[in-house]
């Protein structure tokens, strides 16, 4: 079995990453929302690996952004995100609060796109000791069905 390096298998993730995301708009917005809460949440220090995290809900944001996100939840999605994305996703739809995330959901439901699953499929602790987590998120628009890598 051939060996990959490891930038090698990065450059490949983010190329496939961002052809999937030029494809799909909803997705681009997911990204851009979980890495800011996965940056915020790292930045602060409330982002560990392999050991658990006392928040308010038992989860780390990003869990909860993913749960949130599949089961629609407003509040656990709005908790979730972080101070500078609460106020990104408020100036995108012009609500303020949760009311920001519903409207999200709205769009969503206008375009006939929704988060249906997802599944961490890996995760990667830097050198630097940072961590990193991957997802395969399940989007559907319409009828349509299709697997997302998601970091």
């Known amino acids: 079995m051939k060996s990959y390096s490891p930038g090698y298998v990065a450059g490949r993730f983010i190329g496939r990453l961002a052809g999937a995301l030029r494809e799909q708009r909803l997705t681009l917005t997911m990204v851009v929302a979980l890495a800011g809460i996965l940056i915020y949440a790292g930045v602060s220090g409330r982002l560990t690996f392999g050991r658990p995290i006392a928040t308010g809900m038992g989860d780390d944001a990003g869990e909860q952004y993913m749960r949130g996100m599949r089961d629609r939840d407003v509040t656990e999605l709005f908790g979730s995100l972080s101070p500078d994305m ?24 206008r375009r006939g796109e929704k988060i249906v699953g997802y599944k961490l499929v890996g995760s990667y602790q830097t050198v630097q000791g940072e961590g990193l987590r991957f997802y395969i998120v399940q989007a559907q628009r319409g009828t349509d069905r299709a697997d997302v890598p998601y970091t």
């Open 86 to 109: 609460r106020r990104t996703v408020e100036q995108q739809f012009g609500r303020v609060g949760p009311a920001a995330v519903s409207a999200l959901f709205s769009e969503e439901d």
